[in-house]
Every structure is written in C-alpha cells, then in structure tokens.
C-alpha cells in the first residue's frame, strides 16, 4: 500500500515538471498540455466511489490488482504516445487504475491494523506520498533533461509492477460483504454531473463563466448530480451509501476534508506564479524552494499518526489546522524583493501541519464509518477531497487572472514565460496574497467544522468495530 501511494503521487508530480518538455515534444498547445493533468484528476475522482463500492461487492483485493495493472499499461502507453490527444486519452485510462488502487488501499489498511497502531500505520502510509512529492521533481527535472520526456512514464513503471507481484504474493481477500449488481445508474449520473462540474471549473474562465458552454455544463452538472442523488435514496445497493452522511463524524470529517483541500491544493500553484513570474527564480531554483512543503512531512506523518492513537484524532485535526491557518496567513505577506526565509519557514511549518493533521483526519473519518463499508466510506473521503482541489486550482486560478490574462497565467506556470514588466510584478505579488488570505478562511472554516469531531457521537449510532487479526499485509 505505500509502494502504491508512492508511486501514483511520484506520477503526479513528474508530469507536472516535464509539462514544457511535453507541450513542444508533441508539437501542441499548452492548454492540451494542462489537460494530461485535467484528465488524470478527472477520471481518478469519477471512479472513486464505484471503486469503494465494487471492492465492497467484489472484493478489496481484486480492485485494487486492477486499478494496478490499469495504471502500469496505460502508464506505458502513455510513454509512447504520438500526439497530444492520445496521450490525453491514455492519462483518462490511467486515472481510472489509479482510482481503482487508491480508493482499495487505505480500506486494506484500515483492515490489517488494530486501532492503537492505525494511526501510525495511516502516518508511515501518508509518509510515501509525501516521498513521491519530494522524489517527483528532482527525478523529472533529471529525465526530461538527459532521455526525453517520456521517461517521466516510463519510470514509474517498474513500481507498478512490484506492487502487483508483491500484492498477489501478500495480501489475502476478506470474505466479501455481499454479491449483487452495481449501481449502474448511479455511476453514470455521478459520472456525468461531475465531469460537467470540473469542466465548468477548469474552463468556465476560458469559455467566459456566463457563456452557453460555461452554463450549459453547470446546468447538465446541476441536473446529473440532483438525478444522482434521487437514484441513490431508492437504489437497494446504492454506489453512494447516503446512510453513511448519518454519522456524525463521518459527515463532519467529510465537511473537514473539503475545506480543507479547498484550502491547501493551490499552495504549489499561488507559489510557482510568485517565485517563477514576480521573482524570476528559473524552474529548478522554484522547484528546490517548494521542498520544504513535503520534507518536515516525512518525519511528521508517523509521529502525527502515533499521537493520533495516543491522544485522539480531534486535536490533532484542530492543531494542524491552526497552523495550516498560521502559516497560510504567513504567506500572504510575501515581499515584491525575494527574501527566501519568507517562502522556506511557513512552508516548513505547513508541511508539519499537514504531518499532524492528513493522519488524524483520514483516522477519524474512517474509524467513524461501519466497517462493513469501509469501501464506500473511502470511496467518499477521496471523492471529497479530489473535489475540494478541483475547486482550490480554479479560485487560485480566478485570483491569478485578475492581475494577468489566463495565457500568461498558464505559460507562468509551466515556467515558459519570459520576464514580466515591472509594473506587472507587483500585482502579481499582490494577487498572490490575496490567494492565501482567501485560503486561511477555508482553514478556519474547517476548523470551526472539526470542533463537533470533539463531541461524543450519539448513542444510537452504530460503533465502529476493527479487525485485530493479520489477515491482509501493509509494510
């Protein structure tokens, strides 16, 4: 499960750097560029919740081999695509793999650990991607320059692979819930209705937000997602366990993940517009100042996942994001003259947020979930927060706008822009900080939200129960 959630956020992260190596290797645009990225999080989240629902019917152990091989293959393909259009089509197919994986593997964990190690388990689990984060941009920045930029793929096959034969050396299958028909019905119009909502996100700027094309897909969005709500309350074995939103915490801890996510996705974002377009720093220099977003982490994760166990989940939420908050607003004072102790101390304070708080959280939303569906309750949590940066990236992206028109904007953050005017350079900077005062109210918002994670849930609500035996593997 760590190989895993190593190399899916190793993909992500190296795609990002060997985005302008890619754009002029296939002759194509920047905007078919930022689609590789578009679709990967499209069809990861779309798929989210019928893969927590299949490994519930199925069986976990079956989804998450699949999503594997899915991801390895289309991983390949995508290596050796000739043009922009395939190699969009090919990162759909590899989303769907990586949804199929992800959405499996945190229910395996959950599964294979008693709940006074869960929290160090989730920490050292969390402690892998924030690795693939670290390890991502030095090792694209390294393959672009020396074999091409089709190696960013290729690498990240050969984990893939591991993680195959390692599962069907190790892990064993649970008895399955129950056996029964998907929720067909339910898929598409979740499909749909949030496929329509990331377009009118991602491109509503482009289009105009009050253009036929803007409105029209938030009006298939509203419809779809109304639609899928009304299948759900009647469906005997609904993809979307709406029974789950009775649990307190569980709904609660879904408010927290949103907000939250909302609130820290576009960090990277606001930061590479700043350091690359107001500062001047080249990509590499930019890319070695984000480290200290990730490395505090990589210590962080377990111990934040140990008190977890030890303290309880709440507040561990609520300190990592106070700091989150305290951080966020740190940044929002960034200087037009580069001082690079303004950029290195908040984020190494956000990174040991996020050490404390991504464990607690993913804890106490799923131990507040029946086990019986720990599938569809992961299914959600993903699906939450995929969404919460769908909508984090567009607010960065409408905020970025105001001081530059979206083209600029875009070659700016693929690091293709040349020197800015100086009467540009201080709105720039002014925007980015007005992008970080607008993302602490999201922390403070999940903050006020993770206060009713404190108080005891009603007596009447179902108790989570955990399997202590060592049925199913994690490193």
Not at 11 to 40: C, E, K, N, Q, S
Not at 169 to 184: A, C, F, I, N, T
Request: aromatic content about 10%; overall charge positive.
């Amino acid at each position: 499960m760590t190989l895993v959630a190593f190399v899916t956020n190793l993909d992500g992260t190296i795609v990002v750097v060997g985005l302008p190596r890619m754009v002029a290797g296939l002759h194509t645009t920047v905007t078919t560029g930022l689609w590789t990225l578009t679709a990967y999080i499209i069809t990861s989240t779309v798929f989210l919740l019928p893969a927590g629902r299949w490994s519930d019917m199925i069986g976990r152990k079956r989804i998450f081999l699949t999503g594997l091989a899915v991801f390895a293959v289309a991983t390949f393909f995508c290596g050796i695509s000739p043009s922009g259009s395939v190699l969009i089509a090919f990162r759909f197919v590899q989303g769907v793999g990586a949804a199929l994986a992800l959405a499996t593997a945190t229910p395996i964990i959950v599964s294979a650990f008693p709940p006074q190690e869960l929290g160090r388990a989730l920490g050292i689990n969390s402690t892998a991607w924030v690795m693939g984060s670290i390890v991502g941009p030095v090792a694209g920045g390294l393959l672009v320059s020396t074999w091409g930029w089709r190696w960013i793929f290729f690498v990240a096959i050969p984990f893939a692979l591991i993680g195959v034969v390692g599962s069907l050396m190790v892990l064993e299958e649970p008895p399955v819930r129950h056996q029964g028909q998907s929720d067909l019905a339910g898929a598409v119009t979740f499909g749909v209705g949030l496929v329509a909502l990331l377009l009118f996100l991602s491109l509503g700027q482009g289009w105009g937000w009050i253009s036929a094309r803007s409105l029209g897909a938030l009006a298939v969005a509203v419809a779809a997602l109304l639609l899928f709500w009304a299948i759900e309350q009647r469906s005997r074995q609904p993809m979307f366990d709406l029974g789950l939103l009775k649990h307190r915490h569980y709904r609660s801890g879904l408010g927290v993940t949103i907000l939250y996510a909302i609130g820290f996705f576009a960090t990277t974002f606001l930061l590479t517009i700043y350091l690359q377009g107001a500062v001047h720093l080249s990509p590499l220099d930019a890319g070695l100042m984000l480290v200290p977003l990730s490395l505090p982490q990589l210590v962080m994760a377990p111990v934040g996942g140990s008190l977890a166990d030890r303290y309880g989940s709440p507040m561990l939420v609520i300190l990592g994001l106070a700091l989150l908050a305290i951080a966020g607003f740190w940044l929002g004072h960034l200087p037009v003259q580069f001082a690079p102790w303004s950029v290195i101390l908040p984020l190494l304070l956000m990174s040991a947020a996020n050490g404390t708080l991504w464990p607690a959280l993913t804890k106490a939303v799923m131990s507040s979930a029946p086990r019986e569906s720990t599938g569809a309750a992961s299914g959600m949590f993903f699906t939450f927060r995929n969404v919460g940066m769908a909508l984090s990236l567009t607010l960065a992206l409408m905020i970025a706008e105001v001081s530059l028109p979206a083209r600029l904007a875009d070659q700016i953050y693929l690091g293709t822009a040349g020197i800015l005017h100086p009467a540009v350079e201080g709105a720039l900077v002014h925007a980015t900080n007005v992008g970080f005062w607008v993302f602490v109210g999201f922390y403070l918002l999940a903050l006020v939200t993770a206060t009713t994670l404190v108080r005891p849930e009603a007596s009447t609500a179902p108790k989570r129960t955990y399997d202590t035996g060592t049925g199913s593997g994690a490193s």
